[in-house]
């Protein structure tokens, strides 16, 4: 416990964490009040009488389209083909007003920025302790050194979870505050080429989890680099790029080879899997994708515990 | 009482040899200077010495425990500081004190004040320990390696980029701390004339090797003790003195004389020379430097790096 509590005074004791913090929340807040903004200039379609037929309408075309779209897309299609059907017979017009579970919707994007944060913290916490020479003190303790990786590896993901649970919250207030808060609008999800109706709390809440997938396993890569090459810019340089080039890549190499999809990045967005966009490779299913995470996981707890246990301290 | 003990420790770093075969024990109570030119595996065996660094082969027991298989109790007997006294600098000296106290059971927040009173630094507990000068990140080093009283204190260039005053401070402290909490202390310098000041007993270390173990006494008094004499006429001095003592190397210079030698019995050789009626205006006594001694010791045996 002790070891936590020094990990996070670490992280807390610097200016640059209350510089994140304050960063998200900014984001959060420009976004809520640019929304304000935008809501407001195109609130004329309020002409509801209509709206079956054009979701009619909208489904003839559709069905057109789907003769003629490639594979990948086709899937896309089709839900929100059923999705229509579903509004028509159930008499739930398409929510066009904004509120706050279209707001919190939006703000899962930020998802990657909290995955920045904790990527930064992730790189530095091990490698700063190298870099300022404070690893020489911190290792001559009574305490062997994968516990005090374990304390760094655990302070870390706390830190990750407090940043959503700050992200998931402000959206939240900020949401309400600003677009009103509406009860009866259920999520409409895709599965199995059946639209299920889901409540929006444990909805958000699942699909910011599913999202967090990617984070978990990007501060995992970046602190497995930490630990490895001890050099906090270069982990974190390294796994900033990894995070943005790494999926764009991956993609390009999936439109050629079935290989790509032990590649990390095919598997790091789960969302498909429950009802949002489609898989990278097609045949994926959630289970494999689980099962490559986790040897990706494993392997670099692995490389991270062995370099950090091992490796004499020489610097 | 024997603290800390080498037994053959070598270190390999690839196929090259960095410590080869060391062996030495420290004792309670005494102050032990590991002294050697840059290089030549101080900062090695002392990495080695707190686990930093794994052994290639041998072992080294900490209070009767091996720091190879049973890293934590032998490491718990030991406080240190490697190399310079790097310090959380975002942090205050008291955070950074609390800091390590949370690693170690058993230290209370009035050890923590006792500590940081014993190195003086009580009144700048609150600061930064960015706001602190290099002497005061040294002496807060040493509260740090002070917390958990250990039995071992190892000090890694303890004097390094210290004034003066500082190196005397530091000094005093270790020989407190060594005659009053009999506690065994061992600090490495590439400074000669400071160690003999610090330690009771001097290794020196080079190429990775022991080669020799002394008593500061011994290596201060021990072996030959020279003289230099100045009398007139320095000639007939020069004559007498060559012709009346056994044993004894006498050399002239322009106006004074040099006498080497195991056993020079000064007042018999004054008498001597007053007697050939000389002039004797000064005779003075010489004591070898240890850093000459220093210098001898290592290029007679392997050559100085």
């Not at chain 2, 200077?33 to 090695?44: Q, S």
């Amino acid at each position: 416990m002790g070891l936590l509590a020094n990990e996070w005074i670490k992280i807390f004791k610097r200016k640059s964490s209350y510089i994140m913090i304050g960063i998200l929340a900014i984001i959060v807040l420009v976004a809520a009040i640019g929304m304000t903004f935008i809501n407001n200039q195109g609130t004329e379609t309020g002409d509801n009488g209509n709206w079956k037929t054009a979701l009619e309408a909208e489904n003839k075309d559709l069905k057109e389209e789907l003769k003629s779209t490639p594979g990948p897309y086709k899937k896309e299609v089709e839900r929100v083909i059923a999705e229509n059907e579903y509004r028509i017979t159930h008499e739930m017009p398409r929510v066009t007003s904004y509120n706050v579970w279209t707001f919190m919707n939006g703000m899962m994007g930020l998802v990657d920025i909290v995955a920045l944060f904790t990527i930064i913290i992730a790189a530095g916490i091990v490698a700063s302790e190298f870099s300022w020479g404070t690893i020489k003190l911190l290792l001559i303790r009574p305490i062997n050194r994968a516990k005090i990786l374990l304390s760094k590896y655990i302070t870390v993901l706390l830190y990750a979870l407090f940043m959503l649970a700050i992200l998931f919250v402000l959206s939240f207030i900020l949401g309400a505050a600003f677009f009103g808060f509406e009860q009866n609008q259920p999520h409409l999800a895709y599965l199995d080429g059946q639209i299920v109706e889901r409540a929006q709390i444990p909805f958000l809440l699942s699909q910011y989890a599913l999202s967090s997938v990617g984070l978990l396993i990007f501060t995992t890569m970046a602190f497995m680099i930490s630990a490895a090459f001890r050099n906090s810019s270069l982990a974190i340089g390294l796994s900033i790029f990894l995070l943005l080039v790494g999926s764009i890549v991956t993609s390009i190499i999936a439109g050629f080879f079935d290989w790509a999809k032990y590649l990390l990045f095919a598997n790091t967005n789960l969302l498909p899997y429950f009802g949002t966009g489609t898989p990278m490779v097609e045949g994926m299913t959630l289970a494999f994708s689980l099962i490559v995470l986790l040897v990706y996981f494993i392997i670099f707890l692995v490389v991270a515990f062995w370099a950090f246990v091992k490796r004499d301290v020489a610097a | 009482m024997v603290v800390v003990s080498l037994n053959n420790v070598t270190k390999k770093i690839g196929s090259k040899t960095i410590i080869d075969n060391l062996s030495f024990d420290v004792h309670a109570g005494e102050v032990f200077g590991f002294l050697g030119p840059n290089g030549a595996g101080k900062t090695t065996t002392i990495r080695m010495l707190v686990g930093l660094m794994k052994i290639t082969s041998g072992d080294i027991f900490i209070d009767g425990h091996s720091v190879k298989a049973n890293f934590e109790e032998a490491i718990s007997k030991v406080g240190a500081i490697v190399e310079n006294p790097e310090m959380y600098k975002f942090m205050s000296g008291y955070d950074n004190l609390k800091h390590y106290a949370r690693m170690v059971k058993g230290v209370t927040l009035e050890r923590i004040d006792e500590v940081a009173e014993l190195v003086g630094l009580q009144n700048r507990m609150k600061e930064k320990v960015k706001t602190y000068s290099l002497g005061m990140r040294q002496r807060l080093g040493i509260a740090q390696a002070l917390l958990h009283r250990p039995k071992v204190l190892i000090l890694d260039e303890p004097t390094n980029g210290l004034d003066p005053a500082g190196i005397r401070e530091i000094r005093d402290y270790l020989k407190r701390l060594a005659r009053e909490e009999d506690m065994a202390v061992i600090v490495s310098s590439h400074l000669l004339s400071e160690m003999e000041m610090m330690c009771d007993r001097i290794g020196i270390i080079q190429n990775g090797r022991m080669i020799d173990v002394q008593l500061v006494n011994d290596m201060v008094n021990g072996g030959n003790v020279s003289y230099v004499i100045s009398a007139k006429p320095i000639d007939q001095a020069f004559n007498v003195l060559q012709h009346a003592f056994e044993g004894i190397n006498v050399k002239m210079t322009k106006q004074h004389l040099h006498v080497e030698g195991e056993s020079v019995d000064v007042p018999k050789l004054v008498k001597r020379l007053v007697e050939n009626q000389c002039d004797i205006y000064e005779v003075k006594q010489v004591n070898q430097s240890l850093e000459e001694k220093f210098l001898e010791i290592t290029s007679e045996k392997g050559g100085i790096a």
